[in-house]
């Protein structure tokens, strides 16, 4: 709803700088980003931040990647059941 929301509006900014509407071509240019462009942007920030969130848990605690990506994901499952109550 927001992406449609947003072409209207660049669209309506260039009929202001005297740009016409009369051709397919600016509807083209303003479009905007498809569905999966998004999905895989989504996906690239959130994959860095898992990678940025490990290697930090590495270094922290002098592990190698692998190991520290296993200790890190059995933690984060700790602490989950942990909040919903469920006791080990």
């Known amino acids: ?13 260039l009929e202001l700088m005297g740009y016409n509407d009369e051709n397919d071509d600016l509807h083209n240019h303003v479009k905007g980003a ?5 999905v895989y942007s989504a996906l690239d920030e959130i994959m860095t931040n898992a990678v940025h969130d490990n290697w930090g848990y590495a ?8 190991d520290a990506c296993l200790v890190n994901a059995m933690m984060k499952i700790y602490n989950h059941y942990e909040e919903c109550g469920i006791s080990l």
């Open 34 to 38: 498809d569905e999966i462009d998004i």
């Open 1 to 13: 709803m927001t992406k449609k929301f947003d072409m209207n509006s660049q669209l309506k900014l």
């Open 59 to 66: 270094v922290k605690n002098n592990l190698n990647f692998r």
